[in-house]
């Protein structure tokens, strides 16, 4: 059970039983795993205050098990997450979109995992507004696959059809679920979003009465591995977090790569941010691979990684992901695409490796959540959100400020026309 002793065996009997969605319920119906809405999560921080729950992006299997095994020892909700790059029908992941429920489920059951789970589809990109038909087939397949929560990533089109992209897609997700929007593709310092672009998509939606949980920003950050660079605008971050603060809408923060842990808390304490997104570092930190206090891989003076010996996968593993890494002419962040070819090779090393390997992933985790995300005791903050609500959905958060008559296709064009946008360079800047 839970660390803390006011959360009884039959408390969490009822979490259980009032507590998973349909979908959940219908795929594991004998399962003591307790995956819940995204919006539970959200909540919990929110109660808690200046606390982030981490998205931990679920590459592997024993990156999922290490992750759910720290959060069950830090007593601290938490989001398990695929991106459509990584885990979608083109992925570089062996773990995807329609399988990371059930992974996470079965590990749960297995490890005795209580705390409340979201297993989240992160960064559904919507490319152009050609991909609007196909998502609308291909989103509700999701839901059926066990996803609680759901980023819609429209952040590459011009900002009028970012709104119009998320209001074509929201009747196929469920209402219980959570909600994420994102406007500003995540750059680095390139692109920066501003209030305007924020308000304008959140307006939009609030309008049509569809109020996300999070919103993420472009505020400086990169995805995969930033060796330099600004990183996090927290001041950036802070006066749009505010200027949002009528509807209700907290922040999930991408990129913390780059970011030192003093970043990182100074985004928890000041900022309404809720969601932080760790990827690139939960998978070095698996194989094995140095890196430091905030997960970001160290290089050698060639610009190699270093592999310490005697932790993560085996040295003659390694040597072969090194080894396909070159033929294939993978370098640096790229190196992401080892996930695919080397999974099945990785779970087929001893226990005591993969043991390892996982264990890694969980002692990084477990620090951030209790010494840098402030996520150290959420897990029962949530469960007892649930037994309150008596459902699976807590309902939004909030409510229906703008007037649907002003946000017409019409009004939409009119008003994208008076922002003064900057989405930066074109290129790729997936996860």
Request: glycine share 10%.
């Given at each position: 059970m839970a660390n803390n002793d006011t959360i009884s065996v039959d408390d969490f009997n009822q979490?259980?039983?009032?507590?998973?969605?349909?979908?959940?319920?219908r795929l594991f119906p004998n399962s003591r795993a307790l995956i819940v809405s995204g919006k539970y999560i959200d909540r919990?921080?929110?109660?808690?205050?200046?606390?982030?729950?981490?998205?931990?992006?679920?590459?592997?299997?024993?990156?999922?098990?290490?992750?759910?095994?720290a959060a069950q020892r830090a007593n601290a909700c938490l989001i398990i997450e695929i991106a459509r790059s990584e885990g979608g029908a083109n992925a570089y992941c062996a773990v995807n979109y329609w399988n990371i429920a059930r992974q996470v489920d079965a590990v749960c059951n297995e490890l005795g995992i209580t705390v409340p789970v979201a297993i989240h589809a992160d960064h559904y990109g919507i490319?152009?507004?050609?991909?609007?038909?196909?998502?609308?087939?291909?989103?509700?397949?999701?839901?059926?696959?066990?996803?609680?929560?759901?980023?819609?990533?429209?952040?590459?089109?011009?900002?009028e059809q970012n709104l119009l992209s998320n209001l074509a897609l929201n009747p196929c997700i469920p209402d219980w679920a959570g909600l994420e929007t994102e406007v500003g593709e995540i750059k680095g310092k390139q692109g920066l979003s501003t209030s305007q672009e924020a308000l304008f998509l959140i307006k939009g939606l609030n309008a049509h009465d569809i109020f996300p949980d999070w919103i993420a920003l472009n505020n400086g950050t990169t995805h995969g591995i930033?060796?330099?660079?600004?990183?996090?605008q927290v001041d950036l971050?802070?006066?749009?977090?505010?200027?949002?603060?009528?509807?209700?809408?907290?922040?999930?923060?991408?990129?913390?790569?780059?970011?030192?842990?003093?970043?990182?808390?100074?985004?928890?304490?000041?900022?309404?941010?809720?969601?932080?997104?760790?990827?690139?570092?939960l998978q070095m930190i698996s194989w094995g691979l140095?890196?430091?206090?905030?997960?970001?891989?160290?290089?050698?003076?060639?610009?190699?990684?270093?592999?310490?010996?005697?932790?993560?996968a085996t040295e003659e593993m390694w040597a072969d992901m090194v080894a396909h890494a070159g033929d294939q002419g993978l370098s640096g962040g790229n190196f992401k695409k080892l996930n695919l070819p080397f999974e099945n090779k990785l779970m087929g090393q001893p226990r005591s490796v993969r043991e390892r390997m996982a264990?890694?992933?969980?002692?990084?985790?477990?620090?951030?959540?209790?010494?840098?995300?402030?996520?150290?005791?959420?897990?029962?903050?949530?469960?007892?959100?649930?037994?309150?609500?008596?459902?699976?959905?807590?309902?939004p958060k909030a409510g229906r400020i703008e007037d649907?008559?002003?946000?017409?296709?019409?009004?939409?064009?009119?008003?994208?026309?008076?922002?003064?946008?900057?989405?930066?360079?074109?290129?790729?800047?997936?996860?």
């Open positions: 979490a259980l039983e009032v507590g998973r969605p349909p979908n959940i319920v919990a921080m929110l109660a808690k205050g200046k606390s982030i729950a981490m998205a931990a992006n679920g590459r592997s299997h024993l990156v999922i098990r290490g992750a759910l095994q490319k152009s507004t050609s991909d609007v038909d196909g998502a609308k087939v291909e989103i509700p397949t999701l839901f059926e696959a066990g996803m609680t929560s759901i980023a819609v990533d429209a952040s590459h089109l011009p900002d930033e060796a330099s660079g600004q990183g996090i971050t802070t006066t749009i977090h505010d200027d949002l603060t009528p509807y209700k809408v907290s922040g999930a923060q991408h990129g913390t790569s780059g970011n030192n842990s003093d970043r990182l808390r100074e985004i928890a304490d000041k900022t309404r941010t809720t969601k932080a997104n760790v990827a690139t570092a140095e890196v430091n206090d905030y997960g970001n891989a160290i290089l050698d003076p060639d610009g190699q990684f270093i592999k310490v010996k005697g932790e993560g264990k890694r992933v969980e002692d990084f985790v477990y620090t951030m959540l209790v010494n840098i995300f402030n996520a150290e005791d959420t897990a029962d903050i949530a469960l007892q959100q649930i037994l309150e609500t008596g459902s699976y959905d807590p309902g649907p008559g002003e946000w017409s296709e019409a009004g939409i064009a009119e008003k994208a026309a008076l922002i003064d946008s900057n989405k930066g360079p074109e290129g790729d800047f997936d996860d």
